[in-house]
């Protein structure tokens, strides 16, 4: 019988892997890189949590290996190259827009980011825990009537712009495709950059747009401006980010993820260290789609789409 190696935690859906009935026998053991590395050599296929980075040296190790699963958008923690070079199938859930387009969560949570560092929520709520009461200490700013700027209006990028419009805000966007989308004005990259008061990043991860928030960016942005990032971490200069942040060049930043994120000792990450200091950056460990319904939606289906492959293709 066929082996699946499962590093999902499928609590909240344990029903899902009974499609593997009399198709493949599943194992599924702790999301840790280490023992990824010394059990996959035994598996026909892998359900790929996000938290483990499957590079060249897992894939070696991997002889039997023949398809993986990601129940995510991004692949960044997937090395897809050296997978077609092994001849190794991989599903992620980026181009099932049937699915995806009911998932909100990631837009959501930029709001949710962006409205606790702008009022201050997250100290003054700690503050109230401590017995103070200091209303006027926490004042912020508003939404209304402010401007919020999205590079790349794809699916969250268009779901953020009714968001935006919904508080009242004037949406302007940029997009390397001709996209006309209801109260959003599309602009120049530069316009974009200069122009926004919040800008949000919704691009994917590739070599051309790696770090294509620059020094060059942050010097163009308002010095009142919060950058708001719930794509990919590598999208940002990160040496360049801590700069502006240290001298003031933007107002903040809020992150859900950050370039490293796989590092056993994420505590040491320079961005992490300066948040634990400063209150203009939010850094927020990945949840973006972390809701019951995005990800049962994304798990289920991934784990259906492996049991149908290793039905009509090894079983």
Known sequence: MLKVLNTLNLETCKESLKVFEGIA????IKDDYDAVLN?????????????????????????RLK?????STGTDHLDKEHMKKLNIRCFDISKEYKLINSFTATAELGFGLLLMLIRKIDIATQATKRGLWEREKYTGVQLYNKTYGILGLGRLGKISSRIASGFGMKVIAHDKLDIKFSNVDMVSFD???SKSDFLSIHIHLTKENENIIDDFVFKNMK????????????????????????SKKI????LDLIDGEWDNNILSHKLIQYSK????????PHIGGATTESI??????????????LKNNLF
Request: hydrophobic content about 45%.
């Open 251 to 254: 107002k903040g930043a809020v």
């Open 277 to 284: 200091f400063n209150s203009n950056l939010i850094i927020s």
């Open 39 to 63: 059990n996959i050599e035994k598996y026909d296929a892998y359900l790929s949590a996000l938290t483990v980075k499957i590079d060249k040296k897992i894939l070696n190790k991997a002889k």
């Open 191 to 193: 316009e974009l950059v």
């Open 223 to 246: 010095p009142s401006s919060i950058l708001i990032n719930t794509a990919r971490g590598k999208l940002i200069d990160e040496n360049a980010l801590l700069a502006a942040l240290k």
């Open 25 to 28: 026998h599943v194992d599924t």
């Open 67 to 71: 398809v993986i699963g990601s129940p």
């Open 296 to 309: 049962n939606g994304a798990r289920v289906f991934i784990i259906n789409k492996i049991a149908e492959y």
